[in-house]
Nanobody
Framework: VQLQASGGGLVQAGGSLTLSCVDS????????VAWFRQAPGKEREFVGA????????LYADSVRGRFTVSRDRANNAVYLKMNSLAPEDTALYYC?????????????????WGRGTQVTVSS
């Protein structure tokens, strides 16, 4: 598994962005995938996750109802659709593939990590 996250950028508060996570080796179709984020001076935190087949999703309370995780197994990609963005959403966003197929919010459950993509929300 080799993950690449993309789609970050600068957006105004209230705007939307969609992040993409692609496995360049096309091997994570049977793994759960999650998004985490880390703001400057803060610990990395869980954002959302999706099971291997997309049947189950998990979200942090801070993003539930605003963010949506989805996956396209045919194209070996996972997405994070972010709506109603706020300045507190500003962070480096990472995708990670789990050791197994079940989604979890615990970062120790994820074995493969991609480089982050920066999301900056201006007020």
């Amino acid at each position: 598994v080799q993950l690449q996250a993309s789609g970050g950028g600068l957006v105004q508060a209230g705007g939307s962005l969609t992040l993409s996570c692609v496995d360049s080796r096309r091997t994570f179709s049977n793994n759960a995938v999650a998004w985490f984020r880390q703001a400057p001076g803060k610990e990395r935190e869980f954002v959302g996750a999706i099971s291997w087949n997309g049947s189950s999703t998990l979200y942090a309370d801070s993003v539930r109802g605003r963010f949506t995780v989805s996956r396209d197994r045919a194209n070996n990609a996972v997405y994070l659709k972010m709506n109603s963005l706020a300045p507190e959403d500003t962070a480096l966003y990472y995708c990670a593939a789990a050791r197994g197929s079940i989604a979890t919010s615990r970062d120790e459950g994820y074995r493969y990590w991609g480089r982050g993509t920066q999301v900056t929300v201006s007020s």
